[in-house]
């Protein structure tokens, strides 16, 4: 027991340094910024976080009136406001990562450094990848096109029903799965740092005739945006109206991939979302407008970000258990003995 707290405080530590160096960035690093944080976007995080403890506190207070209830109806309520209260506790940490981290994104992205996406196109031809020549592959067949999109839109709607489905199910993966967004977001900031990027349809300006069967804006949605940011004008930030900027690496890539792996011990789940997500991968390139370089970036994050939890957890045979354990009834964060055992998407970047 106390090796499977160790590991879940070791999580939780791990998702608060990260959240807690984006913010350190953010006041310290970025002080001469143009990107101007809106005031409202510090309302609309505290309003999140009071509903969040609120929920957490209302579903403490079920738990504690049905604890004597051991009917079946009684069991399922307490069942479900546990699952409930560890959802709201996950989100307590997911919340102000997701915040501190998309304003690093911003503030990364407003730099005078020249674009470098036509070194990220060579990097892709030297590998004897032509990204016009796959566009055109792509856009012949419409259902291919259809596939490609259908799957990559996909994506923004696996995370809530992940962060759901673990917390009624097997509730330390969520935990977990925070943790690999924490660490995949800090090595994603970094490396966009060092490479500005705009994507691949900014850099080749395909005419829409060669991707009719794709979305009208593929891989431009956050093109207007970025350009704001980078032109040296004074720039108003209204964090839950922010676009996705990351080109390199690809984050869709990333998050595809740590999906599949927290769905790793539900076999009808993990190979269903593993094609789904498998065909996402492949839709960055034409609907989500990376270089291939910028997808294998976003593979090196996601195995990265899996190796580094893997070693912040540990490998006790108990902590390992404990990640293979269902739901508690108990506080968030604890797995009891008495459990029975039971069970992927912020607006994603381009």
């Known amino acids: 027991m106390d090796n499977i707290r160790k590991s879940e405080f070791r999580l939780v530590a791990a998702i608060a340094a990260v959240t807690l160096g984006f913010f350190a960035a953010n006041l310290f690093c970025f002080r001469n910024s143009d990107v101007v944080l809106d005031p409202r976007s510090w309302y609309d995080l505290a309003k999140v976080m009071l509903l969040l403890a609120a929920i957490f506190v209302a579903m403490r207070l079920v738990g504690w009136r049905i604890e004597k209830d051991k009917s079946r109806i009684g069991r399922f309520i307490a069942t479900s406001a546990a699952a409930i209260r560890l959802l709201a506790t996950n989100a307590s940490l997911f919340v102000p990562l997701s915040f501190a981290s998309v304003w690093f994104m911003y503030l990364a992205s407003a730099t005078s450094r020249p674009l470098m996406d036509q070194t990220l196109a060579a990097l892709d031809a030297a590998i004897g990848f032509d990204w016009r020549t796959f566009l055109d592959l792509t856009n012949k067949q419409p259902w291919v096109a259809g596939t490609l999109v259908f799957a990559y839109h996909a994506l923004g709607r696996q995370l809530p029903l992940l962060f759901i489905f673990l917390a009624f199910v097997k509730g330390p993966r969520l935990t977990e799965f925070i943790t690999l967004l924490a660490i995949s977001s800090a090595l994603t900031g970094i490396s966009m740092s060092f490479v500005p990027a705009a994507g691949a349809y900014a850099y080749f300006h395909p005419q829409s005739v060669e991707f009719h069967n794709f979305t009208a804006r593929a891989g431009m949605w956050h093109f207007t945006e970025l350009m704001k940011i980078r032109s040296g004008e004074p720039f108003r930030l209204f964090v ?80 390992a258990a404990a990640n293979a354990g269902p739901t508690s009834h108990a506080a968030p964060l604890k797995t009891p003995p008495s459990a029975s055992p039971p069970a992927s998407a912020a607006p994603s970047p381009p």
């Open 240 to 319: 839950t109206r922010a676009e996705g900027l990351v080109t390199f690496p690809s984050y869709h890539t990333a998050l595809g991939i740590m999906v599949v792996y927290a769905l790793r011990d539900f076999r009808w789940l993990f190979w269903s979302v593993g094609c789904l997500n498998a065909a996402m991968i492949v839709s960055t390139l034409p609907e989500g407008g990376h270089h291939l370089i910028d997808v294998i970036a976003g593979a090196m994050v996601a195995i990265a970000a899996i190796v580094a939890v893997r070693f912040v957890v540990g490998y006790e045979p108990h902590a």
